[in-house]
C-alpha cells in the first residue's frame, strides 16, 4: 500500500448535481399550469396579483438580507416560488396593495428573521396567507365565479358543503376548475399536470401528499355524513386547497421531516387536523393551519424518527 492513506470523512457522501435555483425552478414549473388555469377562469387580474406577490418577495429579500449583512439570494429562485405560492393561495379580487404586504411577511418575517432559506421553521407562503386571512377576512373571502369577476360573488364549494346547500358544483367542475376559490387551487387538473412534472423530475416523493389526501378521504367518508362511513370522500379531495397544499406546500424541505417514517406522521397529522377543522369548526377549509401546526411539530417528528448514528448515542441526563 505504501504511503497512501484512506480518508474517512462523515456523512452524507451521496451528491447530487440538483441545485436550489434548479430545485426553484422546477416548482415554478410546475406551478405554470395552475397559475394559467387561474388567470384563464378568473381574469388578466390574476397575473396583477402573481406580479405584486412576486415582486414584493424578491424586493423583500434583496432588502432583508442587506440589512442583516448577508449575501444577497434572489438568485436561488426561492422568492419568487414563494410569491407565486402566495398568490395562488389568494382571491383573484385581493387588493394588490394587502397581497404586497403578504409578500413581506413571508420574506421578512418568516424566513429572513430566522435565517433565510432552509431555517424557516413554517411554510412562508402558506404563514403569510394565513396573517392576511386574519387580518383582513373579508378582503380573503370575497369569491367569484370564473369569468364573472366583476359582478357575481359566489361561495366556495366547501362553504356550500359546509352550509348544507343542496345543488353544489359537480365533479366535472371541481376537476376543470370551473369554480369560486383561490387562483391556484381550483383546478385539480392543472395541479396534478405540475405535481407530475415535480414527480418526473424527483424534486418531490409522494409519502406527504398521498397520506395527507388519504387521511382526509378517510376521516370524511367515516365522519363527513349524515351517519358513519357516508360522507362524500371525492368532494372533500377535489374542492379546497388540498391538492395544491399537499403536493406544493406540505413537502417544502425546510419544514418537513426528514425519514420516510417522519413524512408519514407529518401527512396523516396534516389529513387529521384538516378533517377536524372543516366538518367540527366555523371554518369550511383548513389545510393552512394544518400545515402550520404540523410545521412546528417537525423538530419534535425529527427527533424521535431519525435513527441514531452507528454505535448508538450516549443519554444526555
Not at 430545485?23 to 378568473?42: C, E, H, N, R, T
Not at 365565479?145 to 356550500?160: F, G, V, W, Y
Not at 367542475?173 to 395541479?191: D, K, R, Y
Not at 419544514?255 to 369548526?281: A, D, E, N
Request: glycine share 10%; charged share 10%.
Amino acid at each position: 500500500m505504501g504511503d497512501s492513506k484512506l480518508l474517512v470523512s462523515s456523512s452524507p457522501h451521496l451528491k447530487d448535481s440538483s441545485t436550489t435555483s434548479r430545485i426553484m425552478l422546477d416548482v415554478v414549473i410546475a406551478l405554470i399550469p395552475a397559475a394559467a388555469f387561474g388567470a384563464y377562469f378568473f381574469g388578466a387580474r390574476v397575473l396583477l396579483v402573481i406580479l405584486a406577490t412576486v415582486l414584493s418577495c424578491v424586493i423583500s429579500e434583496y432588502i432583508a438580507t442587506k440589512a442583516l449583512g448577508k449575501k444577497p439570494t434572489i438568485g436561488d429562485l426561492s422568492a419568487v416560488v414563494t410569491g407565486l405560492l402566495l398568490a395562488l393561495n389568494l382571491p383573484s379580487t385581493i387588493p394588490l396593495w394587502i397581497a404586497a404586504v403578504g409578500g413581506v411577511v413571508a420574506i421578512v418575517i418568516v424566513k429572513q428573521l430566522f435565517g433565510g432559506i432552509g431555517q424557516n421553521f413554517m411554510n412562508p407562503a402558506m404563514a403569510a396567507r394565513v396573517f392576511i386571512l386574519i387580518s383582513w377576512p373579508m378582503q380573503m373571502t370575497a369569491w367569484v365565479l370564473p369569468d364573472q369577476s366583476d359582478a357575481i360573488t359566489s361561495a366556495t364549494p366547501l362553504s356550500m358543503l359546509k352550509l348544507g346547500e343542496s345543488t353544489l358544483p359537480g365533479y366535472k367542475e371541481l376537476f376543470i376548475g370551473n369554480i369560486a376559490g383561490c387562483i391556484g387551487e381550483t383546478s385539480v387538473l392543472a395541479l396534478l399536470i405540475g405535481a407530475a412534472y415535480l414527480f418526473y423530475r424527483r424534486v418531490i416523493t409522494p409519502e406527504i401528499p398521498l397520506t395527507f389526501i388519504g387521511t382526509v378521504a378517510l376521516f370524511t367518508w367515516i365522519f363527513g355524513g349524515d351517519g358513519l362511513f357516508r360522507g362524500d370522500f371525492l368532494y372533500h379531495i377535489l374542492s379546497g386547497g388540498l391538492i395544491l397544499a399537499a403536493f406544493f406546500m406540505a413537502t417544502d424541505y425546510s419544514t418537513s421531516p426528514m425519514t420516510l417514517k417522519g413524512k408519514i406522521i407529518m401527512g396523516v397529522g396534516c389529513g387529521i387536523i384538516t378533517s377536524i377543522i372543516r366538518l367540527y369548526t366555523n371554518y369550511p377549509e383548513g389545510v393552512s393551519f394544518a400545515i402550520l401546526l404540523m410545521n412546528i411539530m417537525v423538530p419534535l417528528i425529527d427527533r424521535y424518527t431519525i435513527p441514531r448514528s452507528f454505535g448508538g448515542e450516549k443519554k444526555v441526563a
